[in-house]
């Protein structure tokens, strides 16, 4: 069984766990939810639609050597900023995210740099905050949260570097 | 009065004064979404004077698979929020997951973000629920950094593929404290930008 089908499993078996405790409070919360539910997503699937068929378009035209040179080797510090910031302009999915620290890694970049590099790209990757975070979320929050973040991959690297792992 | 259109007949039966959700208004298509697609026309040009019109169709029927795959799980996530928010207590939610709720409030965010399955189109919209009924800035943002750094969607169905076992280990042991720190932080900083409307809410001067 591939680990997609398996979270997706899991996925739809929570669903179906919180639908039936809403279920036991009434019928009627149960379907008033449902429709929320539904009213969401149909509110959400245009955003959805332009975020994922247009992010294929913007990572095709950033080239990957520009982020991967970034990401040099013995690089310290400097390297370490610039990781950041090029995680955060990486567009497209997590395929695109991870390929990319993959090929730095094996191009030899110091793993620090990698590691602030997919830390930063997980945290606030800019075109997942304006597709995937703004929409879901009150525009606030997203910002602030990102805000928040920006001290984490640097201090994800001072910790690897201080115990010399990955 | 509800304005909400009433054609399902299990919900016409009863006579419903729905009141709305609170907190989860949404705004129409506002300017993240145009910049986007400006940015998108420009490079789907630029990828059509590049490739021509086949490198713009293949990348068109690539992203059109990964879109459909996406789909029904958007749905189960707008669904999981939709209950969660239906189903969680408000007074609970504030409580466990509050301004006032201390480190225990953001272990269990971090300790949900940690367990929630799926991908953003899950995350995104329980944490916008657990937002909308009484959970602070701090424990949410803990539920989506742990979800992001720490939760296993992801680093199982993309980055041990990609990165391999050893990098991605190493990868989630560092990032174990982030999470509470991130937390942490978020609500130092809240409580000090927005120090008048948390006054307000421990005071209970709504009356």
Known sequence: MSAALLIDIILWASVA??????????????????????????????????????????AAVIPQEVITGWLGPNSGWLGVATAVVAGAATPGGPVVGFSIGAVALKAGGGPPQVLAYVI???????????LWEIPFMPTRFVWFRAAVSIPFPFLAAAIAMAIGKP | MSELPLNDPAQASEAAEDEPRPGRA??????SMIAIGVLVAVSATLVWR??????????LT??????????????????????????????????A???????????IGAAFGAILPGGPFTAYPVASALLAVGADFGATIAMV????????????????????????????????PL????????????????????????EGESE
């Open chain 2, 50 to 59: 590049r490739d021509g019109v086949n490198g713009v169709l293949e990348i």
């Open chain 1, 17 to 58: 766990g919180v639908g039936f405790i809403a279920w036991q409070r009434g019928p009627k919360v149960l379907t008033s939810s449902l429709r929320e539910g539904t009213v969401d997503f149909v509110r959400i699937v245009p955003r959805i639609a332009l975020g994922v068929i247009g992010s294929g378009y913007i």
């Open chain 2, 179 to 202: 999470p509470i720190l991130a937390g942490t932080l978020g609500r130092f900083v809240y409580v000090r930008m927005y120090p008048a409307r948390d006054e307000g809410k421990r």
């Open chain 1, 120 to 130: 930063a790209w997980a945290l606030f990757a800019f075109q997942r905050l304006l």
């Open chain 2, 62 to 95: 690539h992203d059109l698979m990964l879109f459909g795959g996406i789909l029904p799980r958007v749905l189960a996530g707008c669904l999981l929020g939709a209950f969660i928010a239906e189903i969680l207590p408000h007074d609970k939610v504030s409580r």
């Open chain 2, 97 to 107: 997951l509050g301004p006032n709720s201390g480190l225990k409030g953001l272990l």
């Open chain 2, 145 to 176: 950094v742990s979800w992001t750094l720490i939760g296993y969607g992801r680093a199982v169905a993309w980055e041990l593929p990609i990165m391999g076992v050893d990098f991605t280990l190493w990868r989630i042991v560092i990032s174990l």
């Open chain 2, 26 to 31: 949404r705004r129409p298509v506002g300017w």
